[in-house]
């Protein structure tokens, strides 16, 4: 996610260049034939079509955003969620016999939620998620189709032995279930966002006709403009574009590109909780990189 207050030219150039080359060049050629070829240009009512565009573009932008912030609640449930289950492993669970446990469960916590982002971005698990296993809980977690969840279930079982032995009370157990299914909740909501893409009209549809409204546009514009016809079709036609790509960017929350969730550094944060939860040292906070991005 970029989190600079103001885009860097560089990257601005890097996203826009293409379309901006290409629409500058049609605009050009237009001009010239308009010139070299007197025609009439077509009475195009390019007002009414771009007024239905901007409505339709916007309606995508704004359902695109709302799958983005979505995703970004359910991120900071689960850290809320994470936080829970590890002090009620602190709290509850007694000192002496049940400590490494204790410990057991925050970690396990800290592997769930990188196997989670990596399972998010279509990534293997990483070193952040085994070097928080035991080589055995490892390979029983890797067995499963969905990692993030055999993770969990493991936790549970866990759960389930310490008040078999006495060391939390059924009701103590029923708390920290409740915690569990927070988090598989939000799990499944992540996993809604990322399985179920916008419709194809969604996609289909309104790219289509921004393209076809930058070919039209300096067709309608050439007699007014003029030699200007190339300045002035290729601004207005990249502000069509650029709204255009906003909702490509946002309508995947968890792709792993510069627009997206910051996972890394959410996942960062739950590990320095539960470490310092649990008195063990703990990273220092995620910084943006020089492009001013945080991952």
């Given amino acids: 996610m970029i989190v600079t207050t103001a885009p860097r030219a560089k990257q601005v150039l890097r996203e826009i260049w293409m379309p901006l080359a290409l629409l500058f060049l049609w605009d050009v050629i237009v001009t010239i034939v308009y010139y070299v070829l007197p025609f009439r240009a077509p009475s195009l009512p390019l007002t009414l079509f771009g007024t239905v565009l901007g409505l339709f573009l916007g309606f995508r932008s704004n359902s695109a955003y709302q799958r983005w912030w979505e995703g970004r609640g359910l991120w900071g449930l689960m850290i809320n969620a994470s936080r829970n289950l590890a002090r009620m492993a602190r709290n509850y669970l007694p000192e002496g016999e049940a400590v490494d446990?204790?410990?057991t469960i925050v970690l396990r916590q800290i592997a769930y939620v990188?196997?989670?982002r990596c399972q998010l971005r279509r990534q293997p698990a990483d070193q952040e998620v085994l070097r928080f296993l035991s080589r055995g809980e490892a390979d029983f977690a890797l067995a499963r189709t969905n990692v993030a969840n055999g993770i969990v279930d493991g936790t549970g079982r866990r759960i389930e032995i310490a008040r078999s032995k006495g060391w939390i009370t059924a009701m103590q157990q029923h708390s920290m279930e409740s915690v569990l299914i927070d988090i598989a909740n939000a799990q499944g909501g992540m996993e809604r966002l990322k399985n179920t893409p916008l419709p194809m009209q969604f996609r289909f549809v309104p790219t289509a006709f921004t393209?076809?409204?930058?070919?039209?546009?300096?067709?309608g514009l050439v007699e007014t403009l003029g030699v200007a016809t190339p300045l002035g079709s290729t601004i207005a036609g990249l502000m069509f574009l650029a709204v255009l790509a906003i909702g490509d960017d946002l309508v995947d929350p968890f792709a792993n590109t510069v627009h997206d969730l910051p996972l890394n550094a959410m996942c960062r944060t739950i590990e320095i909780?539960?470490?310092q939860s649990i008195g063990d040292p703990a990273p220092e906070p995620a910084t943006p990189d020089k492009a001013g991005v945080l991952w």
């Fill in 273 to 275: 909780d539960l470490l």
């Fill in 114 to 116: 990188n196997a989670l």
């Fill in 101 to 103: 446990l204790k410990r």
């Fill in 211 to 219: 393209h076809i409204f930058c070919v039209l546009l300096p067709i």
